[in-house]
């Protein structure tokens, strides 16, 4: 993976000796809150309902094992003993305290990790497909992209006040892990006639305006990306809209004055770019690429898997990997009844030994909030199985029912307007039994707190959004979401359901469509674009309306 | 008619815990029981006042609506506000467990 250099240390470094004064002057009364603010969070540090909360950048996901097992230590030493992983496949400590907070930031500094860029309206931390480097549909790595791409907005002196916040995706296969369509910018390399390029595709995005997004260049050579990227952003901020943060996002530039405006905009941005900048010196991008060369794959005798519980495991929990004696792993941070993406510290360790021990020393967090193990070879499935249950991290429940995306919501976020976490923990309850779950098969479910829908909702095959509605909290259904290649906006069900009647109602959802499916192939998601919403919405009001009566 | 007042307390957070906060009669309190009640919107206002005046010790002061039980003691109305008098409710390790040991 990306090693630092003298440069990126001394920046980082920097920046926390920074922060460290501003603290101190915050604390003094030398500044008052208002200067504050705006400097914690360019540092990562929000405060929310309960306290402060610490956000650190995971860049693409990708971490090693010293870093994992230093979170584990941050938890420890000034957290509580846990961490939540995030939609955006960061992290969050949820109790630091401010005195605190240079020292979380030079532990991190220690491991080559910061929460520069974590908030504000800046270009936030670059995700990626979370197999990048090991999935066998994978066209190139995009991790290499995704760090050119962090190294150029890093402190981007042009970049640092946009409209609004700006995100961008990149993934390396044609199945879409990293909902490139929900992004500022989605990249997706491909391939014309053999040369590597990127589709670049803008506007997309979650919160209250949902969009997908569209391409606005269908072949963009590789060289010219950052020019490019440059281009698009160049755009955004002198046309994107100040005067009200809701219309801000340049999806609904993109909206108001349509994607063939934009193009002719950027394409003239791009050719002055251009004549300036045209590109990345070759030893840059070699320096980079060489951050990411593949490990020396090892050989070894794979034995038949006899245990059902490993059997179940490598059923849900793996997924093909590029050497065909090799398997990625994803750990589930779902145990039933568990909060999505929440890790002990313990867990943490777990996971930064497995990682050494079996996967060459690296780990990926995912938008989905799980941790993955990239490259097991599928002779150690068993010690990493036995490690994993031993931990409780078990759990073989990817891309089923249980496998819940769930923002904070109102337990922990000052934005909620309700909570998600303990809607997500019934739903898993309802759920446990794991034989149910397989029966039911692939289905999305992702829960947001607020219309700004850190939790994905829009994407997912059965989305919950949680409002306020008359004083109390309010769920809104949306059922159809898609957040692959075939990126689909939810529709909304119809009137919302109180707390204690969206667990009832998303069982009778899958109640529905265990009936209506034509096969136990056809999935949730196909079944109810054959069918439509009707029967849905049937299935899910009737016995609401029969207990009002 | 002129609408008729709601009672209010002050809270907000602890500038170097980030704990919610409670304003009352000599500073602050952890526990929304403990709250100073405003029986009018003048009296509202001088405590917020006096809230935002304390920028050493706290963050962001907030009026909130409150209820007041047969004892007299404020209990919030919103559920937002209930959630800040406990925490979070999927650990036991938030202002509930903080407050058992007081």
């Given at each position: 993976m990306y090693q630092y250099t003298d440069f990126d240390e001394q920046f980082v470094r920097a920046r926390v000796q920074e922060f460290r004064g501003q603290v101190e002057r915050r604390i003094s009364g030398a500044l008052t809150e208002d200067e504050f603010k705006p400097l914690r969070l360019m540092n990562g540090l929000y405060l929310q309902l309960h306290a402060y909360m610490l956000r650190v950048a995971v860049p693409y996901g990708t971490l090693n094992g010293a870093q994992m097992r230093q979170l584990a230590y941050i938890a420890d030493r000034w957290d509580k003993g846990y961490g939540h992983f995030t939609t955006r496949q960061n992290i969050q400590f949820n109790w630091p305290k401010l005195a605190d907070v240079p020292d979380m930031l030079d532990a991190l500094a220690d491991v080559s990790m910061h929460a520069i860029?974590?908030?504000?309206n800046c270009i936030r931390n670059v995700t990626a497909d979370h197999f990048a480097g090991a999935a066998a549909d994978e066209i190139e790595d995009p991790r290499p992209t995704a760090e050119l791409i962090r190294q150029w907005s890093t402190d981007h002196p042009e970049f640092a006040y946009l409209p609004r916040k700006f995100k961008v995706a990149v993934t390396g296969a044609p199945n879409d892990r990293a909902v490139t369509k929900a992004h500022d910018i989605g990249l997706r390399m491909i391939r014309r006639d053999g040369v590597p390029g990127y589709e670049v595709i803008v506007g997309g995005g979650l919160g209250r305006t949902p969009m997908i997004g569209k391409v606005l260049n269908d072949f963009l050579p590789r060289e010219d990306l950052l020019p490019y990227l440059e281009a698009i952003l160049a755009v955004y901020n002198q046309h994107?809209?100040?005067?009200?943060k809701y219309k801000a996002r340049i999806k609904i530039l993109i909206h108001e004055e349509g994607v063939e405006t934009m193009r002719s905009r950027v394409d003239a941005e791009f050719a002055r770019i251009k004549a300036e900048f045209d590109g990345v010196p070759q030893h840059v991008v070699e320096r980079i690429r060489a951050g990411f060369l593949p490990p020396v794959w090892k050989e070894a005798d794979i034995a038949p898997v006899r245990d059902p519980g490993l059997r179940s495991f490598i059923d849900t929990n793996t997924h093909t990997h590029k050497q065909a004696d090799y398997t990625i792993v994803t750990i589930s941070l779902k145990g039933i009844g568990e909060t999505p993406g929440d890790a002990t510290s313990d867990q943490m360790r777990v996971m930064a030994d497995l990682a050494e021990r079996f996967s060459h020393d690296e780990l990926r967090v995912s938008h989905e909030q799980n941790v993955i193990l990239p490259h097991v070879h599928k002779a150690d499935l068993p010690a990493v199985y036995d490690a994993l249950r031993a931990a409780g991290l078990a759990t073989a429940n990817i891309g089923l029912v249980s496998d819940i995306i769930a923002c904070p919501g109102m337990d922990y976020c000052a934005l909620a307007t309700a909570r998600s976490i303990p809607i997500a923990q019934e739903i898993s309850e309802a759920f446990s039994d794991l034989d149910r779950q397989r029966d039911v098969g692939p289905l999305k479910i992702k829960i947001s707190g607020c219309i700004n829908a850190c939790g994905h909702h829009h994407v997912a095959h059965i989305g919950i959004l949680g409002l306020e509605k008359k004083g109390v909290e309010s769920y809104q259904i949306t059922l159809g979401g898609d957040g692959t290649e075939n990126a689909a906006i939810g529709e909304r069900l119809g009137p919302g359901f109180a707390a204690d009647e969206i667990v009832p109602a998303v069982e009778r959802l899958i109640a529905a469509y265990l009936d209506l499916?034509?096969?136990?192939?056809?999935?949730f998601l196909e079944a109810y674009v054959r069918v439509g919403p009707a029967p849905f919405k049937a299935a899910a009001y009737d016995e609401v309306q029969a207990n009002a009566a | 008619m002129p609408k008729s007042f709601t009672p209010q307390i002050v809270t907000a957070n602890d500038l170097m815990l980030g704990d919610v906060i409670y304003l009352t009669e000599g500073g602050w309190s952890r526990r929304h029981g403990d709250a100073l009640v405003a029986r009018s919107a003048s009296e509202a206002q001088e405590m917020l006042a006096t809230a935002q005046a304390q920028a050493l010790k706290i963050v962001g002061p907030y009026l909130a609506d409150t209820v007041l039980d047969d004892a007299g003691r404020p209990a919030p109305v919103h559920f937002r506000e209930a959630f800040r008098t406990r925490g979070?409710?999927?650990?036991?390790?938030?202002k509930q467990a903080d407050l058992r040991s007081v």
């Open positions: 860029q974590t908030s504000g994107g809209r100040r005067d009200n499916r034509l096969t136990p192939q056809e999935t | 979070p409710s999927n650990y036991d390790h938030g």
